[in-house]
């Protein structure tokens, strides 16, 4: 059964740092581009950051350019998310998402981050 | 930017009703076009891709059609559990996916 768990969510302080994770079982990890995508309190979804299978290709939403970085670890069947200069506007549920030809064909339960003073 | 338009942002039905929802590009993405259901506090479920393809294991009442810049999401005979949230999206850029809006579906 494929599974994403994310993890490192909480509460932090504008201009903050967090590191989001994302373990994947289930599946070949290797094989699969990987996403971020967010979803603030009561607001529709959002596409943060792609990853391609081998990190050839990554991209980035104008919104988190230059302050997130996403990263992954096939090793570890693992997906990253560094968050810096977080602002109150990146508050929101961040989920991980299995990719398949640009759309997302698993999702992961979501975290939770509150970026608050 | 391809910036997607969803319409209605909110639809209200009764069961049994035939429901069809609008998702708008603008500018052409072929058909590279998914649609996805959200639960209240659950994460998005995958219900269609490439505009029209049925992901395995979706009832058969959910289909989509529609390619360039105009798609739509039906649900044939809604059903008590179909009430929830549904956006598109469009993946013809790699590098900058987005949603629409959403289209929050309630019992009438």
């Known amino acids: 059964e494929v599974q994403l768990v994310e993890s490192g969510g909480g509460l932090v302080k504008p201009g903050g740092s967090l590191r989001l994770s994302c373990a994947a079982s289930?599946?070949?990890?290797?094989?699969?581009?990987m996403n971020w995508v967010r979803q603030a309190p009561g607001k529709g979804l959002e596409w943060v950051s792609s990853?391609?299978?081998?990190?050839?290709?990554?991209y980035y939403a104008d919104s988190v350019k230059g302050r997130f970085t996403i990263s992954r670890d096939n090793a570890k069947n693992s997906l990253y998310l560094q968050m810096n200069s977080l602002r109150a506007e990146d508050t929101a549920v961040y989920y991980c998402?299995?990719?398949?030809?640009?759309?997302?064909?698993?999702w992961g339960q979501g975290t939770l981050v509150t970026v608050s003073s | 930017d391809i910036q997607m338009t969803q319409s209605p942002s909110t639809l209200s039905a009764s069961v049994g009703d035939r429901v069809t929802i609008t998702c708008r590009a603008s500018?052409?993405?072929?058909?590279?076009l998914a649609w996805y259901q959200q639960k209240p506090g659950k994460a998005p479920k995958l219900l269609i891709y490439?505009?029209?393809s049925l992901e395995s294991g979706v009832p058969s009442r959910f289909s989509g059609s529609g390619s360039g810049t105009e798609f739509t999401l039906t649900i044939s005979s809604l059903q008590p559990d179909d009430f929830a949230t549904y956006y598109c999206q469009q993946y013809n850029s790699y590098s900058e996916l987005t949603f629409g809006g959403g289209t929050k579906v309630e019992i009438k």
């Open positions: 500018q052409s993405i072929s058909s590279w």
């Open positions: 998402a299995r990719g398949k030809v640009g759309y997302m064909s698993r």
């Open positions: 289930g599946f070949t990890f290797s094989s699969y581009s």
């Open positions: 990853i391609s299978s081998s990190s050839s290709y990554i």
């Open positions: 490439k505009a029209s």
